[in-house]
């Protein structure tokens, strides 16, 4: 432990940045748990339930009403569990709570539609494929719901989750 202290104080930046990745894998298990639980038990009898047509669900490709409550419920679960832990574990942020609240609710928002358009590509792909099955798509959602990471990491370090100085 006295190791893990030191290397964290001696590589500041760099533990943030690991407490960062370890907060992705905890919220996407948690994310994904949560979905598959919804989908194939809570809502399972609505898995065939089309929705109307919707521009904005036709493009992100959500066409069944198990699927849309299942996303929902879970990507918010995922969302709010590593808006808590980034804010009080990763970076510490004494920054006003509307204001990264705010701006996080703008980041996750972006990163739905992100996440969404690929996994519909992703889906449609497993579909042609004949390769839907749970195990592949919990493979391609822990992949999809990451890819956002690639910019989600410094905009909550260097804008949301900022640490002012007292």
Excluded: C
């Amino acid at each position: 432990m006295k190791r893990l202290k030191t290397f964290a104080a001696g590589h500041r930046e760099l533990w943030k940045f690991i407490k960062f990745n370890i907060s992705v894998l905890v919220t996407s298990a948690l994310d994904i748990a949560v979905y598959m639980l919804l989908l194939y038990v809570v809502f399972a009898p609505l898995n065939s339930s089309p929705l109307p047509q919707n521009a904005v669900l036709s493009m992100l490709g959500i066409r069944y009403e198990g699927y849309l409550y299942s996303y929902l419920i879970s990507t918010t679960a995922g969302y709010v569990a590593a808006y808590l832990i980034n804010r009080k574990i990763t970076f510490h942020s004494n920054v006003n709570p509307v204001y990264s609240s705010f701006l996080y609710l703008l980041l996750a928002v972006f990163n739905i539609f992100v996440s969404s358009w690929l996994g519909s590509a992703a889906g449609s792909f497993m579909a042609a494929a004949d390769i839907s099955n749970p195990v592949t798509e919990i493979i391609s959602k822990f992949i999809i719901i990451n890819i956002p990471t690639l910019w989600t990491y410094p905009a909550e370090r260097y804008i949301i989750q900022i640490k002012q100085e007292r």
